[in-house]
Structure formats: C-alpha cells, structure tokens
T-cell receptor, first 114, second 115 residues
Framework: AQTVTQSQPEMSVQEAETVTLSCTYD???????LFWYKQPPSRQMILVIR??????QNATENRFSVNFQKAAKSFSLKISDSQLGDAAMYFC???????????FGAGTILRVKS | DGGITQSPKYLFRKEGQNVTLSCEQN?????MYWYRQDPGQGLRLIYY???????QKGDIAEGYSVSREKKESFPLTVTSAQKNPTAFYLC??????????????FGSGTQLSVL
C-alpha cells in the first residue's frame, strides 16, 4: 500500500523568509500524481500545487514550488517570501494514475512570525 | 456559485445513536468522497463513490454507511458501531474525467462530537 510521510509536525518561518516542508512517499508505481494541500484555521482544504510524476520539471505556482526527486521518492514544498496568510496545516498527498483515492500524510503545521 | 455544501457544521451524537452528515455538490462531478480527520493523523478515506448507485469502502469504513442515490448527494451515516466517532469529517468531489489527474474539491467540513 502507498504511504505518505511528513516528518516535520511543526515548522516556523519569519515573514518574508523561505521555508521548505518535507514529504516522502512509498510506491511501486511509475506513474502517479503528488499534491500539496493547505488547511488554514477555517479548515477549508485548498490545493496549493500539483505534480505529475512523468514530468521532470518541478511545478511552480507563484511563491510556491516543489522539489520533486522521483528516485528518492521525495516531494518537498518551498514557500518563498512567506506571508502571514501562509500559516496553516500543509498536507502532502499521493494518487496513482487511474487511481481512485488520495493518500494523505499526517500534515505539517506552519507558523509564520511577524 | 458551484461548490460542495456540508451540513451541519457541528453535530453532537449521543451514545447508541446514528447520525447522518449531509454532502451536496452542484459541480456535476461524478466522484465523491468522505474523509475523516483526526489530530496528527491527516485525512483518512472512509468511503468513495465514482458513479451513482455505486460506492466502495475506503481504509476506515467500519461503523459508517453511505448511499449515492443522486449524483449531487453523498450522505454519510455514522452508526452506533463506530465507537470513536469524534472527528472532523470532510466531503470532497472530483470530475474524474481522467482518473488520478484532477484535484479534489472539498466542502467546509462537519465537526462531530460525542455527548
């Protein structure tokens, strides 16, 4: 079974600085999708960024980018120029191609200091 | 506006009682999901449905039941057999035109507590 591991229960970053959240996953599949979701205090789940495993280029969405290392099964999220609104729980998630469910990690709480 | 509506926002269950959580979507999505969120454990899949009148168990289906009689609706019943029901429940949907490639659209959740 596929598993997703987020080894950092909590992280802190100073406003305007850069922070990286770690995620590793275990799968025997070669084609799959990886996601980072944000859950702010409102508890609404928001998609931050998505990566297709067959693409070597790392996905980028404005201040958010990923470092996807397929061989190492690593999928870290980098947040640049951190803002107070970035404070949230961040979940890494995996879904295999033609799959039918997302597998989530346990989450990382990100605190942003002003 | 299109979206997913979960109700109620807060729900309390007495011992031995069944309760039903509502999830409605007007996005015309084929697939719908129920996730349970506990502190420190992320989201775990309870049930999912990829088409009307069909659904499958997820990883933690024991003590729960669902129905999918309409495309728009996917209610979750927490039965008395679920001994630890206190959690935050999230409903989600997806177009599933190309399975595995689209993001999930989430509702705002229901917090269930035991009295």
């Amino acid at each position: 079974a596929q598993t997703v591991t987020q080894s950092q229960p909590e992280m802190s970053v100073q406003e305007a600085e850069t922070v990286t959240l770690s995620c590793t996953y275990d799968t025997s599949e070669s084609d799959y999708y990886l996601f980072w979701y944000k859950q702010p205090p409102s508890r609404q789940m928001i998609l931050v960024i998505r990566q297709e495993a067959y693409k070597q280029q790392n996905a980028t969405e404005n201040r958010f980018s990923v470092n996807f290392q397929k061989a190492a099964k690593s999928f870290s999220l980098k947040i640049s120029d951190s803002q107070l609104g970035d404070a949230a729980m961040y979940f890494c998630a995996y879904e295999m191609e033609y799959g039918n469910k997302l597998v989530f990690g346990a989450g990382t709480i990100l605190r942003v200091k002003s | 506006d299109g979206g997913i509506t979960q109700s109620p926002k807060y729900l309390f269950r007495k011992e031995g009682q069944n309760v039903t959580l509502s999830c409605e979507q007007n996005l015309n999505h084929d697939a719908m999901y129920w996730y349970r969120q506990d502190p420190g454990q992320g989201l775990r899949l309870i049930y999912y449905s990829q088409i009307v009148n069909d659904f499958q168990k997820g990883d933690i289906a024991e003590g729960y039941s669902v129905s999918r009689e309409k495309k728009e609706s996917f209610p979750l019943t927490v039965t008395s057999a679920q001994k630890n029901p206190t959690a935050f429940y999230l409903c989600a949907s997806s177009p599933r035109k190309v399975p595995g490639s689209e993001k999930l659209f989430f509702g705002s959740g229901t917090q269930l507590s035991v009295l």
